[in-house]
């Protein structure tokens, strides 16, 4: 992993682990699109934009407001109106344009996508709404949106404060083989 460079990524709040970051730096240098759902204040978003090939672009998609629920549907204690931090933590790439925020639920962003850039994204990373259903919904948009040989990924599998994603992976992936990084999970397609 030489030449990846985390520190201004690990300077961000967020749950991402170091390590999560890195293999989040690692990938975006092979990619030329990707598509992250689920950006909060960028720490994520910052390793990816940092990382990705020169003219690349990395589609930013997150509500940056209102409640966040647990999978029995309670109300999250999660503070999810970030978006002047999120702005102010890419300021950089959002003028260069290397970030572009999709400022919408991922239900409409993710078709919206699809029309706009067809299946040309090499990393479609989701952590997103938390929810089984909503996380089974990300991954059936999210596949129209990952190129042949790409890769389809999502943070907090094995997480037990949000049990919906781990099921929802697993119901998603079948036979096919699941990596995993700490809590990130992802596969080829």
């Given amino acids: 992993m030489s030449g990846l460079d985390t520190t201004r990524a690990r300077a961000i709040p ?4 170091p390590i999560e970051l890195l293999w989040l730096a690692a990938e975006a240098a092979r990619c030329t699109t990707i598509v992250e759902v689920g950006c909060w204040q960028g720490r994520s978003t910052r390793a990816l934009a940092d990382h990705v090939r020169a003219g690349g672009v990395v589609h930013a998609i997150d509500r940056w407001a209102g409640a966040v629920y647990t999978e029995a549907g309670a109300e999250h204690p999660f503070r999810s109106d970030v978006w ?14 290397t970030v572009r925020p999709w400022v919408a639920p991922s ?17 479609v990373f989701l952590d997103g709404d938390h929810r089984y259903a909503s996380v089974a919904a990300d991954l059936a948009a999210a596949r129209a949106l990952v190129r042949p040989g790409g890769v389809l990924a ?6 037990r404060t949000w049990p919906g994603v781990t099921a929802a992976v697993d119901a998603a992936a079948g036979d096919r083989h699941v990596g995993h990084v700490e809590s990130i999970w992802w596969w080829r397609c």
């Fill in 14 to 17: 967020g749950w991402m682990s």
């Fill in 84 to 97: 002047r931090e999120f702005a102010d933590h890419l300021a950089d790439h959002l003028i260069a344009g």
């Fill in 107 to 123: 239900a409409v962003a993710l078709p919206g996508l699809v029309e706009l850039i067809g299946p040309v994204a090499d990393l």
């Fill in 154 to 159: 999502g943070h907090d599998y094995g997480n």
